[in-house]
């Protein structure tokens, strides 16, 4: 059975095992075609951006801690999600907000991606965010074709469309709820783009 030395000196049995079990991308949600969009994306800017009232750039952000099982672990700078860890990330918000509605993500002028763009919902903890590796679940529905439940998976559908070489734009398939959210680019790292939807204010109108 192989051993994983990770940061701090902590030893977990058979990590690399639990990694290759469960660790493989999940079937993908993304979709283009008939429901294409576009955006005006920021055109000379490399980096990750969301665009609300306008475009802020994300940035990311590496997990303060890990829990393997019922056990700790230090934070990995980059790695796999088997489906029994949660990473937590500090603060109870992020830094890059948008208002609650229709949102789009620019992924602008990046070479290459390391996995299929993913959103993924956090769950917000004392002074902390937490992204668990186990709702992260795309379920077999009628017909054979595969979906996240939305009960049972933290995963948000989404519609993806590359307008240009090197630029991808990622949109949730329904307008997101106030809460935190983050873009993960391969549902198997942890090192991800944090960003908030703030909660409208009182009285204002339901988001479109």
């Known amino acids: 059975m192989s051993r994983l030395l990770l940061p701090g000196g902590i030893l977990i049995a058979a990590f690399a095992a639990s990694l290759a079990a469960c660790g493989q991308d999940q079937p993908q949600q993304s979709s283009s075609g008939n429901s294409a969009f576009t955006a005006d994306y ?5 980096g990750i951006f969301i665009q609300g009232a306008s475009w802020v750039e994300v ?23 088997p489906a029994k860890v949660v ?13 609650s509605g229709q949102i789009t993500i620019c992924i602008c002028h990046i070479l290459s991606l390391p996995g299929t763009p993913t959103i993924v919902q956090l769950h917000a903890k004392k002074g902390a965010r937490e992204l668990d590796g186990g709702k992260m679940i795309v379920y077999p529905i009628v017909g054979g074709s595969k979906m996240a439940d939305a009960k049972k998976s933290d995963l948000v559908p989404v519609i993806q469309e590359q307008p240009e070489n090197q630029v991808w ?13 983050a873009l993960m680019l391969g549902t198997q790292n942890i090192n991800i783009y944090p960003f908030t939807v703030a909660a409208p204010p009182a009285g204002a109108a339901p988001p479109q």
């Open 169 to 181: 734009l990622v949109r949730p398939q329904s307008p997101l709820e106030p809460g935190e959210y």
């Open 59 to 81: 940035h990311n952000q590496m997990p303060a801690k890990t829990r393997v099982a019922h056990g700790v672990a230090a934070s990995l700078s980059y790695g796999m999600v």
């Open 42 to 46: 920021p055109k000379y800017r490399p």
């Open 87 to 99: 990473a937590e990330y500090d603060g109870e918000h992020a830094a890059a907000q948008v208002d």
